[in-house]
Structures are given as C-alpha cells and as structure tokens.
C-alpha cells in the first residue's frame, strides 16, 4: 500500500507563503510523476502541479509565477513552495502520485486556508 506523509498547511493572510511536503517510499518516488492537486468545497479537484522522475514540471494555469514544485532524492519528498497566496487557493491540497498503467494514488490531503 502507497502511503503519504503530507504536511505544511496551515492559515495565512493573502499575499503571504506557505509550503508543502509530501513524502513517500523511494519505490514510488523514483518512478512515478508526482504531484499536487487542489480541492475547495463544491468545486472540482483541479491541478495545481506535477513533477516528473526527471524533474520537468507542470504548473496549472492559476498558479504559475506563484507556485513552485521540487523534488528531494535525499528525503524521497516532493515540496510546493507557495507564494502570494490568494484567498481563492484556499482548498484542501492532495498529493499525488501517477505512472502510466498503473493505479493512481492519492494522499490524505492536507488545508491550506488564505484569508482576505
């Protein structure tokens, strides 16, 4: 079984910063595009961004500029820095993990809340 260790979330005003982490086992970490996904209360699980085994990223439309996503061999972790937050990126952020062919896995997710 897949597992996730998720954290960062948290409260902060708009224009501030958080960032998050997702760590996971090396077996999963080496192969697999990872990721971070978004969801708010009654709006659809939208990309938020996604970075492969060899490092080319991925950025949904409404955060690039402001979000960045890296990856740590060391700690198999994958991290979103998070940077003028906008109340409107508050939602639950879900990790994730993708390989073709394979089953799609998903983290508990953790709330990220951006106040006005």
């Known amino acids: 079984q897949v597992q996730f260790v998720e954290s960062g979330g948290g409260s902060v005003q708009s224009g501030g910063s958080l960032r998050l982490s997702c760590a996971t086992s090396e077996t999963i970490f080496d192969i697999y595009t990872m990721g971070w996904y978004r969801q708010a209360p009654g709006e659809q699980r939208e990309l938020v961004a996604t970075?492969?085994?060899?490092?080319?990223?991925n950025y949904g439309d409404s955060v690039k500029g402001r979000f960045t996503i890296s990856r740590d061999k060391a700690e198999n972790t994958v991290w979103l820095r998070m940077d003028n937050l906008k109340p409107e990126d508050t939602a639950v952020y879900l990790c994730?993990?993708?390989?073709?062919?394979?089953?799609?896995?998903w983290g508990r997710g953790t709330q990220v809340t951006v106040s006005s």
């Open positions: 994730n993990a993708r390989y073709p062919g394979r089953p799609i896995y």
């Open positions: 970075i492969t085994s060899r490092g080319t990223t």
